[in-house]
């Protein structure tokens, strides 16, 4: 169970009425709380969760419309997407009770001064390295759209600017990441066909690839709701058209491609884990067509070379600048 469910357990009473959990893991807090609902906009959680509650888990960047006299906020990673979503929260929640629950080293202390805007906020437990914090909604905030804390951006390109549209939450938010800018630069000489954005975050490297190569479907893929959101956005801006899939990890992804593009995750919300990119580069090879091609950014720390060699038989490195490298391999 993750810790921060197992404080909310600790005041299991407080919990037992309609209560709406958001960014609720995939773990088996549901189970204990028989009323309560799960709100997530990762993917694979969704389908963890959907496996065992049913009817109990819902997926998107808006809370859903079930009936709730209390929400917990499990804290999310960006501060932007937490005023969101507390925004969200206390907009449906007047003479109700909001409660935020996360890490100590997430920032949870800092976190918790948002609930200020809604009335009293105090804390109720602090154990397993976590807080819990209470308000009662004295003050309900109007809900405040999400296209309304996009964040829009202009790359000067080579082939003219594009525009960038990014929601809170979304990877690099408001500004291009250094490793994709550089993959930016070294998108000459692809194959035209079916492309995949892998991890495509606010689209920027599909919008770009597809604008550059019109006769190409691209497909962005992203296990986050608020990146597929802006990844719609952002080809909307550009008059672009594309496939934008919600999915956890390359297994939810086409067969047949001619084409993977990706600057690869690598950090999930206070841990570090390499699973999603270690997955893309092994399976690589069972959603390229023979002859498609992998082009990737990675930062040069990171050991993917063996493991793109092992999967397709081959991995040349085309640039390294900035702490970063592009690698290009062919399914032969
Ligand atoms: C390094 S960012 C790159 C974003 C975007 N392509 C860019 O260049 O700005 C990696 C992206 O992978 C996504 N991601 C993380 N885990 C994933 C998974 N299991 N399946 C699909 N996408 C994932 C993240 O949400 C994030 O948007």
Redesign the pocket.
Known sequence: MDPRSEVLLRQADLFQGPLLIAGAPADGLLAELPQAHAWTWHA?DQALLQGRFAGRCHHGVEAPAVAFDSAVLFLPKSRELAAYLLNALASRLAGGTLYLVGEKRGGIEGAAKQLQAFGKPRKLDSARHCQLWQVTVDNAPEAKPLESLAERFELALADGPLQVVSLPG???HGRL?KG?ALLLEHLDDLPVGQVL??????G??GATVKRRYPQSQVTL????AF?IAASRLTLAANGLEGEVIS???IDAAPQGLDLIL????FH?GVHTHYQ?AENLLKKSGQHLRKGGEMRLVANSFLRYQPLIQEALGNCETRAEAMGFRIYRATRG
């Open positions: 694979g979304v990877f690099s990441d994709s954005d892998f991890g495509c975050g606010a920027v490297l893929l992203d296990v986050d990146a999915g956890d990890g990706s600057n690869p995750p999930t999603a």
